[in-house]
């Protein structure tokens, strides 16, 4: 299985400041269709799971704009442009690349310093 | 609306048996894969098994292979997972969620399995 590695696993950030996350899988996320399956998702405490992005750099219906995503084949970022309270929980990474077979980083608990 | 809404779950003895059940709305079920997705308490997410739109090709993470079984019914918009020769390592938050790949993600609230004599 593509295993996601996250990096920092703990992020503390000034409110207003950005913060960013790295995802690298062990293998390639192109698949044959062109797309890059790449999610980020953000867990806040005691929720389900909430997709922010989706193919990399496409914010999902509803997310603020502060949110962005990029990279291509193995290295991805989510980057926060200023933090706000509410954006306190874990993120994700994930791939659907290689579908059925999700795999997820390990999360990054993002904390107001 | 479009929503996913879980339901089973509970407190087995190892060994017992549990089963899931998961009722989607407001999009075209039979259209979407669906996968469950589980989270050991205070853990990350683990992907535990997926099924096509059709019913007719499934999919299981090693760690639950031959011990739990996922089902559609494409005329009730229903995805189960029966759970059978339950272990510890199973205890978690299982969630329904409709195909990661797809431009709308959907995840259902989540039910606790627990998993204790």
């Known amino acids: 299985d593509v295993v996601m590695t996250q990096s920092p696993l703990s992020l503390p950030v000034t409110l207003g400041q950005p913060a960013s996350i790295s995802c690298r899988s062990s293998q390639s996320l192109v698949y044959s269709d062109g797309n890059t399956y790449l999610n980020w998702f953000q867990q806040r405490p005691g929720q389900s799971p909430r997709r922010l992005i989706y193919k990399v750099s496409n914010r999902d219906s509803g997310v603020p704009d502060r949110f962005s995503g990029s990279g291509s084949g193995t290295d991805f970022t989510l980057k926060i442009s200023r933090v706000e309270a509410e954006d306190v929980g874990v993120y994700y990474c994930?791939?659907?690349?290689?579908?059925?077979?999700?795999?997820f980083g390990g999360g990054t608990k993002v904390e107001i310093k | 609306e479009v929503q996913l809404v879980e339901s089973g779950g509970g407190l087995v003895q190892p060994g017992g048996s549990l089963r899931l059940s998961c009722v989607a709305s407001?999009?075209?079920?039979?259209?979407?894969?669906m996968s469950w997705v589980r989270q050991a308490p205070g853990k990350g997410l683990e992907w535990v098994s997926a099924?096509?739109?059709?019913?007719?090709?499934?999919n299981y993470a090693d760690s639950v292979k031959g011990r739990f079984t996922i089902s559609r019914d494409n005329s009730k918009n229903t995805v189960d997972l029966q759970m059978n020769n339950l272990g510890v390592d199973d205890t978690a938050v299982y969630y329904c969620?409709?195909?990661?790949?797809?431009?709308?993600?959907?995840w259902g609230q989540g039910r606790l399995v627990t998993v204790s004599s």
């Open positions: 994930m791939q659907g690349t290689h579908w059925p077979h999700l795999t």
């Open positions: 407001g999009f075209i079920f039979k259209n979407y894969a």
């Open positions: 099924i096509s739109g059709s019913g007719g090709t499934t």
């Open positions: 969620a409709k195909d990661e790949r797809s431009v709308e993600s959907i």
